[in-house]
């Protein structure tokens, strides 16, 4: 177990939508969990077999409240198979190993109003938030698109606690959430924070930019989970070691598995805390962090593999 | 660059309304920055304090607000940048010390740092604020003691600079006499 990972236990499994369920977890010693601020994650690890898969999961739960953790998964068969592990092997009373919070998406504290945007299950990271604005005092609204009222996660708390401040948009009755309108005349000091598909948050920066918002004022996060890919060699220069990197395995998984501890804290090619040196071979570049002129001689390990048979790395 | 080697102030290109605040007489920074305007798809609008001179320029496509008294000017342009709202960016010319006491409303009003841009002109004055009787007075740069306005202590500037305030703080030369007095 790596040095201050947190150990929990599963109390209890909500089947949300058809393809999301939320778990929530208590410290496994009946302690407090640790305390964290809106738009934290944690990194849950699953055994499965010999392999230990890593991911990052939004927490879905007040941060004024730290008895019990709450996470959401949207199943994705077609992934490596940690959200296929958690919906099918995850069973309350079991417990699990997770890193402490740590947060790639808080809320700006200047703020004079928050507009938060959400597609599907990128309204968990919301789900953290209302308390925190409501302590802040200030403007707030939330868009919500969901496929179907059957597919609309959380609804009836959203519901609850934003009243009139919701404003959902069902695809079933073609409404779609439209940027432009959405931005359009907000107040001076409004942040927009858009969690959802690319296309979504591209669309968002692009109209912000357009209606003359600065930069600073549009957070973003996506779910990226790392795809599989073709098995590999990585040759690491400085310890002399060789890792094999299997199909369904991530780079940063396999040098992990053998021992190799590299920092990270997204695990979704975003926040670029992997970074490594790379000193030989052609990498695949699946982040979405690295500039044109990095990718020459750097790589993100936790989404990024090998162009070719073998990679050197400078670990 | 301007001679003291400030870069000249842009409009930006993204934005959806300029707002200009300056007490400042000269033609220079002013003029120029509305003739760059001009290419730019956003309306102008131009605060002034004092009663100066006419500014050149082609003031009758402008909306040009003229004020003697800086509360009710700061006041109007609270008004003219919240009926903007988003997308609006504020330039300041002129006096540091105005620039800075304009910029730190702005803040107020929830601008952020990126949506103002600043240009000194003139002999560098500066806000200082007394820490022992809270007045704001005004400095040049190169003061570095003065004689409170408010208390009649005599102070020291120090580099430690508020943005909320838009001020340098001041402590009195004094300070341990200064905190038993008080």
């Not at chain 1, 947190?6 to 640790?34: G, H, N, S």
């Not at chain 1, 997770?98 to 968990?124: E, Q």
């Not at chain 1, 309108?181 to 598909?197: E, F, S």
Request: net charge neutral; glycine share 8%; with cysteine.
């Amino acid at each position: 177990m790596q040095a201050n990972m947190l150990r929990v236990r599963i109390c209890a499994i909500e089947q949300l939508t058809p393809d999301i369920k939320a778990f929530c977890m208590r410290a496994i010693d009946e302690k407090a969990l640790a305390g964290f601020s809106a738009g934290s994650h944690v990194l849950v690890s699953m055994q499965h077999g010999e392999r230990v898969m890593r991911n990052a999961y939004s927490l879905a739960s007040s941060p004024l409240q730290l008895e019990n953790y709450r996470i959401a998964v949207r199943i994705q068969p077609q992934s490596r198979g940690g959200s296929v592990f958690m919906h099918e092997k995850v069973r309350v009373g079991d417990s699990l190993e997770i890193s402490p919070p740590s947060n790639l998406f808080p809320l700006d504290r200047t703020a004079m109003k928050h507009v938060l945007i959400a597609a599907g299950v990128g309204i968990t990271p919301f789900m953290s938030y209302l308390p925190e604005i409501k302590a802040m005092g200030v403007g707030h609204e939330l868009h919500y698109g969901y496929r179907s009222p059957r597919h609309a996660a959380f609804i009836d708390e959203l519901r609850c606690h934003w009243g009139g401040g919701l404003h959902a948009y069902r695809g079933d009755l073609a409404q779609r959430i439209d940027p432009e309108k959405i931005l359009d005349g907000q107040p001076l000091g409004t942040h927009v924070y858009v969690c959802g598909p690319r296309t979504l948050i591209e669309e968002t920066i692009a109209v912000a930019r357009g209606l003359g918002w600065p930069e600073g004022h549009v957070h973003w996060e996506r779910f990226a989970s790392p795809a599989p890919g073709a098995a590999f060699q990585a040759y690491c220069a400085r310890s002399q070691r060789e890792i094999n990197v299997a199909a369904e395995v991530t780079l940063l998984e396999a040098l992990e598995a053998a021992g190799i501890d590299v920092p990270n804290l997204c695990r979704g090619g975003v926040c670029g805390q992997c970074q490594t040196e790379l000193v030989a071979g052609e990498a695949d570049h699946r982040d979405s962090f690295l500039t044109d002129v990095d990718k020459h001689g750097k790589i993100m390990p936790c989404v990024s593999r090998a162009r070719g048979a073998r990679l050197v790395l400078n670990l | 660059m301007d001679k003291s080697g400030h870069p000249f102030l842009m409009p930006d290109r993204y934005a959806r309304r300029h707002v200009v605040v300056t007490d400042w007489n000269g033609h220079d920074a002013v003029s120029r920055f509305l003739a760059l305007a001009q290419d730019t798809a956003a309306p102008v609008d131009l605060f002034r304090l004092d009663d100066a001179i006419e500014l050149c320029g082609d003031s009758q496509t402008l909306q040009m607000q003229r004020y003697d008294d800086i509360d009710v000017l700061i006041g109007a342009v609270i008004t003219a940048v919240r009926a903007a709202g988003m997308g609006v960016r504020v330039y300041l010319v002129g006096h540091e010390a105005f620039a800075a006491r304009v910029s730190a409303s702005m803040e107020a009003c929830g601008l952020s740092r990126r949506e103002i841009q600043c240009q000194p002109c003139g002999i560098a004055t500066l806000q200082l604020f007394c820490v022992h009787c809270r007045k704001i007075s005004q400095g040049n740069g190169a003061q570095r003691k003065i004689t409170c306005p408010g208390c009649n202590r005599r102070l020291e500037v120090r580099h430690h600079y508020s943005r909320r305030l838009g001020a340098y703080l001041a402590v009195s030369t004094d300070v341990d006499a200064a905190c038993d007095a008080s």
